[in-house]
């Protein structure tokens, strides 16, 4: 075997696992009640601090949403210096300043700290709450949500919630454009008011600092920061599912079932299980050699990675889990090899080189980490705030390497229930439906139930319609031009659009000549951001102004898009597919196989372009972009959409049309 070769059948040999040694820190308690923690290291001129406030999950209810806003909204400058001269003073400081609604954090070099302190005080306990930031926020937020209904990731997130915690506790309620646009700028004030104080905050300040000089500069700072007596709800206590089960829910345009895998668990870090936990997980679904990564990427080639967690929760249940993404062609498939692993490390012991290896493979994670004094900080924090010995970081070593194979067995037993597990499962019921109903494990028929996107039970969602006789791609390409008006004496289209991306504004373009032009444009700031060409045979494309490689497919795709109107050109296709009638957004659809990448809706009553699916491999991960139309108008009696909504890896983009133009704005010199 060559030096260049792999043989993934044997594991690394690991190398001698170093040991650490993180600080003592030497603590107060403030009148205000405030806990400072100050851990000294004269090796750097530097100085970290970060505040944590150690509060239980909040319900939020009609104004779910708020701690998000109130996160985004800390940080906009004070009430005395705007936010970019705030920006501009740690920018010129060389420092770094993060502001949330559950702390914050800082760092500089030793000789600037003392202001870089002052600046992170007034920004705390000084907030600027603007109505300007405020609509900002909202809008992003809205924005994130719409895109959100068409990605399966944030469904499969949101519907575990709901399943997993309920809609009544904090884990389990959603953000809903309700409850964002009823959000006032005095809820934000009243919600910082009522949460950001300093009764239950931990502050550490570690580097090249003492005691006294930390205790005198945060007094001084943060003498200001009043407490005042609040309750707390009581949180209601989750329950387990009887049995494992299937919960199934429907998207329509899912080329991909997210699954996601869960159980409650009663674990905190303070428990004796704690330690034989995590490296149980880590063995099952922590590391690219564990046994559900093992199986379903490598034995089987189900998807290009899966994990599990497992989250330890001092306030509530805390819970075990599986994620990961598989063909929907082989959705059942993985739910069995996912339990047959989790089968597998309750029942057998694991091997005495795999057990060494895992407990390897962490603590190199865990020392590395320990490099970053935001990592530090946090441990000194946990010991507080965790019920932690004070010895828990100094023996955290030690304590990995004292879990037996004996103790991943007992806790595997334990804490992963292979009796109680919800698979809550986001695909394309009528492609997946019928694989679920008669399958079993161990001679166990698993139940089905299913829910729309928000948690709430539905009816099994029934095979495919009949595509009605007559109906071709030839007619409804028809159907949708002549929905759409008289196309004829159009020979030029220029469509301009706004909107933004992650706050950014960005300008989008299409212009569209004779049959075989198309030219679609992305800036922002006077940078162009993508540019997609195609002129006859010529097809192009960039990113952020770097040429990207089309392979013949992907060329042949966007050919396949242009001119003015390109259904004109693709009624005599013959390399389009009908694949059949769909549900997408309530509404039945015809779907339209452009390629294997590419598929488009056309609604069935009313004949419109609604929306697309493509499909892409980048970097080892299948990515999908849902792109969606709505708000037809008229311009010169053809309609048009003018929202167009598109949807990425979690990403939301809505543009809005702003000028559209039939016969004039466009020249051949523009697709050159």
Known sequence: MTKAQVDRSKMPVSGKTPTINLGTPTTYKLPNGLTLLVVENHKLPKISVSLNIDEAPILEGDK????????????????SISKDAFNEEVDYLAGNISLSARGASASSLTRYFPRILQLMADAA????????????????????????????????????????????????????????????????????????????????VSGDINPKEAKNLITKYFKGWKSIRTTSEELITPKNAETTQINLVDLSSAVQSEIRVDNLIDLKMSDKDYFPVIIANYILGGGFGSYINMNLREKNGFTYGAGSYTKPNKWTKGNFGVSTKVGNNVVDRAVL?????????????????????????????FIMATENPQTTAS?????????????????????????????????????????????????????????????????????VFYFDKYGNPTTKITQKKEVPAGVSVKTILENYLKAIGDVKSVKTILMEAKGEIQGMPVDFSIKRSGNDKFLQTMGAMGMMLSKQLVNGNIVSAEAQGQKIPLSDKDAEVLKKEAGVFPEVNQISDSS??????????GKDVYVIA???????????????????????????????????????????????????????????????????????GVSDADFQ
């Open 125 to 204: 306990l000084n907030p600027n709450f603007t109505q300007e930031e405020l609509d900002k926020e909202k809008a992003k937020l809205v924005q994130g949500i719409k895109a959100g209904e068409n990605s399966a990731e944030s469904i499969v997130g949101r519907v575990q919630g709901v399943l997993v915690y309920g809609k009544n506790h904090p884990y389990g309620e959603y953000l809903t454009e309700e409850t964002i646009n009823s959000i006032t700028l005095e809820d934000v004030k009243a919600f910082y008011k009522k949460h950001f104080l300093p009764t239950n905050a931990y502050m550490v």
């Open 594 to 664: 452009l390629s294997d990448s590419k598929k488009v809706f056309y609604d069935v009553a009313s004949g419109l372009k609604v929306a697309e699916v493509s499909v892409a491999e980048m970097g080892g991960q299948t990515f999908e972009t849902i792109v969606t139309y709505g708000d037809y108008r008229e311009v010169k009696g053809i309609r048009f959409p003018f929202v167009i909504s598109s949807s990425m890896a979690g990403q939301a983009f809505e543009f809005k049309v702003t000028d559209l133009k039939l016969n004039e």
């Open 64 to 79: 779910a949403g708020i701690s998000e806003i109130t996160l985004a909204l800390m940080g906009n400058g004070t009430t």
């Open 576 to 585: 389009l597919r009908l694949i059949g009638i769909e549900s997408h957004e």
């Open 337 to 365: 090899e996912i339990l047959k692993e989790i089968q597998r490390i309750r029942n057998e012991y694991v091997s005495n080189e795999h057990l060494a290896q895992a407990k390897s493979q962490y603590l190199g994670k």
């Open 379 to 447: 441990y000194a924090i946990n010991i507080k705030t965790q019920n932690l010995p004070d010895d828990f970081y100094k023996n955290y070593i030690a304590n990995i390497n004292a879990v037996t194979k004996e103790d991943i067995k007992r806790v595997a037993n334990k804490y992963f229930n292979i009796d109680n597990l919800r698979f809550t499962i986001v695909s394309k019921a009528s492609d997946v439906a019928d694989k679920f109903e008669n399958l079993t494990f161990e001679g166990k028929k698993l139940p």
